[in-house]
């Protein structure tokens, strides 16, 4: 969580590049003012009047809510070097050199990639450890390179977006219809916008532009199908640890952001057969795996971490307790919680919207227009809080939300949510009411005790096995099946002498 993060000014366009965008994007508009031959697809493409120059500047205007929304840029010159290397290398291969092509690494443990108009293209740290061969991470930004070659952004129809909008909130479990819409707003929706909605028609052709560049780089396109397996292995894993459902993924995810299977990349791979053709092209596997050496693992402590069911912020300088059962996960915007039996949790801040008291934000701010029952005031880790609950409609039937205002200074309020199906209102009273109330201070020394977690990558020892080499990764029961997706290992498959393993160190 990290919503006080500040946006760094974005000053990357120089003047040459600027001018570049200006007079192809006019020449293209010359030739037609809504269908135009994409140079890249090899198709009509209707994207409405948008210009390159139009692109660019879409770009541009949301690149730092980008950068806000998802944790700031991975701030490590020598990845983010070598990540920014190879995807210029990529771009020189792509069909327009117009557009100001950079590259940026997203400060998540958030597996995912995606590309603004105009040549912005982002790669997140969690899908970097995540990745095995610089092939896998060529193959990525390919894809994404593709999407902005292909203009997918401006093809966009207003009406698909209102609808991924409403997938968004439904992510949550809840439908947004019916449900008290003031108490369900969070805040990234917007930045969020911006990345999805690329239909099957267009993950299709990116991957198959993908392949194309990739190819042309020297690099092997299996790596696309590849990677798209350890994605799905990775998707797969992670739902287990959230408790969610299984084929289910978060709205965060790569594989919402991107719909893909892995026989539509073998569809794409042999439909571009003719860049590949004759050349097996590299994996670079051992140079990708000295570069990602020491990188951070898991959650950085500057947004918070999650050690167990505690959550702590060693920088707001605060911890609190989940239910027992909840599997607690943090995104840049919020802390997410679920329990198998589909109760779940969200921790976020707020602005006080000028409320003076708790009470007061609870009934008029945060749930104005709400209908709240058994509004209270108490006082949690000495400060002033307010509770009440109101009923909705989830996606399975009636719920119940638990909401919870503790204030911070004049102008923030964290907030405790909690959702449970009508039917185990019971059940979860007094866990939902010891959780919020777990919220407190901590010290000085307890948030310099909170470290981030570093990947190592190591030679395997003959005495070594894998119980013993995932036991520091921080996913509990989980650990095993983890280190095998991040070592691209088979459920059955037994780790070889001298293979090279990543691990975690704590
Ligand atoms: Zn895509």
Redesign the pocket.
Known sequence: MCLEQTSRPFDRLNRRQLLAGLVSGAALAGTSACVGTNAASGRDSFTGFQTIQDDIAEGRKNHPKILQSFGGAYDDARVAGYVGKIGLALAKQTEYQQYPYQFTILNTQIVNA?ALPGGYVYITRGLLTLASSEAELAGVLS??L??VTAR?GAERHTAQQVAQLGLLLGALGLRAAGLPSDLMQVGQTVALAAITG?SRE??LE??TLGIRYMSRAGYNADAMASFLGSLRAHSQVEAQVLGLPPGTVDEFNIMS??P?TVERVRQAQRAAARETEGRAGRWAADAYLNKIDGMMFGDDPEQGVVRGQTFIHPVLRFEFEAPPGFHLRNSPSRVQGRHPSGAEMIFDMAPSNGAVTAIDYLRHVWAAKTRLHNVESLVVDGRDAATGWVEGRGQNGAVRLRALAIRRDSEKFYRFMYMTPTDQTQRWAEPFRQSGRSFRHISAATAAGVLAKRLLVVTARPDDNIAGLARTLPYGRFNEDWFRVLNDLAPDQAIKPKQRLKVVAE
Do not use: S
């Open positions: 995606f894809h994404e593709a999407h997918h690329y267009q993950e990116a991957d952001t991107h893909r």
